[in-house]
Structures are given as C-alpha cells and as structure tokens.
C-alpha cells in the first residue's frame, strides 16, 4: 500500500513563493509517476503538474507552466511542487496523486491534501 502526505501549505502574498512536498510511503517510489492536482471552492479538481518515475519527464497545467517546477528525490521517498509567482487564483487545496501504472495516467493514490491561500 501507497501512502501519500502533503505538507508546506500556508499563507502567502501574491508573487511570493512556496514549496510543498509530498511524501510517499513504500519501497518502490522511483518506479512510478507522481502528479500534483489542486482544487478552488466552487471549482472542479484541475490537474496541475506532473512527474516521471525519475524525474526525466515533467508536465505543467498552462496556467502554471513558467511559474512551477516539479520535482522529486526518490532517496528521500518525496514530491515537491515549487510555487513561484503565486496569484490569488492559485488559491486551493492541493493534492499529491501516484499513478502506479507507469505509462498509465490514471492515478490510483491520493493524499489528503494542503490548503494553499494567496492573498492580494
């Protein structure tokens, strides 16, 4: 079993910073993609970033591509989500998920998220 804790949310200002991790339970971390999902009140869940099983290959919604980076040490069985330039929207809880399929983009592991909140 795949166990998935998010952590680094908080408070920041607009155009600031912020780092969130994701650690990940189990001995086969490196084998398997991770992404990052977010979710505003009153919106659907929207994919945000995603990341190869190590590291080759990453993925960025259009509304954060230039802005974060995502990437992970599989020594250290972690995700990381580098939030740069934040916007009011980008307010959200967000979410870790592993695809445990490999080439597969479904995603089969959910943590239980952290709330990120931008102010103006």
């Known amino acids: 079993q795949v166990q998935l804790v998010e952590s680094g949310g908080g408070l920041v200002q607009a155009g600031g910073s912020l780092r969130l991790s994701c650690a990940a339970s189990?001995?086969?971390?490196?084998?398997?993609?991770m992404g990052w999902f977010r979710q505003a009140p009153g919106k659907e869940r929207e994919f945000v970033a995603d990341?190869?099983?190590?590291?080759?290959?990453?993925k960025y919604s259009d509304s954060v591509k230039g802005r974060f980076i995502v990437s992970r040490d599989n020594a250290k069985n972690t995700v990381y989500l580098q939030m740069n330039s934040l916007k009011p929207e980008d307010t959200a809880v967000y979410y870790c998920?592993?695809?445990?399929?490999?080439?597969?983009?479904?995603?089969?592991?959910w943590g239980q998220g952290t709330q990120v909140t931008v102010s103006s």
């Open positions: 189990g001995r086969t971390f490196s084998t398997y993609g």
């Open positions: 998920a592993a695809r445990l399929g490999g080439t597969s983009y479904n995603y089969d592991v």
């Open positions: 990341i190869s099983a190590i590291g080759i290959t990453k």
